[in-house]
């Protein structure tokens, strides 16, 4: 499965984006799905996620209240909305998926163990 990340930009503080994930799998919409960020010189930050099997979503505290996660499984895509943007948002945004039909890997602590399925990120700057 190739997964496309997009959506991302400059945009001041305070402002908001959209981002997209698609993917060429139809069967997308029956998988978890995460999003994660990595900034220049941090370690890699889970941020959200869906699960497979009941669409619930988990999210970082560092962005809960800002963030939202969906799903469009019609488009094979899943979303992430990003409101009141701060620069410490600033990073690679990539999603990621583990195209598994069984296991649930959407879990709080957005660990993302056992999702080894991303393709390029996309990039959001926030400026203050």
């Known amino acids: 499965v190739q997964l496309q990340a997009s959506g991302g930009g400059s945009v001041q503080t305070g402002d908001f984006l959209r981002l997209s994930c698609a993917a060429s799998?139809?069967?997308?919409?029956?998988?978890?799905v995460g999003w994660f960020r990595q900034a220049p010189g941090k370690e890699r930050e889970g941020v959200s996620c869906?699960?497979?099997?009941?669409?619930?979503?988990y999210y970082a505290d560092s962005v809960k209240g800002r963030f939202t996660i969906s799903r469009d499984n019609a488009k094979n895509t899943v979303y992430l909305l990003m409101d009141n943007l701060k620069p410490e948002d600033t990073a690679v945004y990539y999603c990621?998926?583990?195209?598994?039909?069984?296991?649930?890997?959407?879990?709080?602590?957005?660990?993302?163990?056992?999702?080894?399925?991303w393709g390029k990120g996309t990039l959001v700057t926030v400026s203050s």
């Open positions: 990621v998926t583990d195209l598994d039909l069984w296991a649930e890997r959407c879990k709080p602590d957005l660990d993302f163990s056992g999702m080894n399925y």
């Open positions: 799998d139809s069967r997308f919409g029956d998988y978890a």
């Open positions: 869906v699960r497979r099997s009941d669409s619930s979503t």
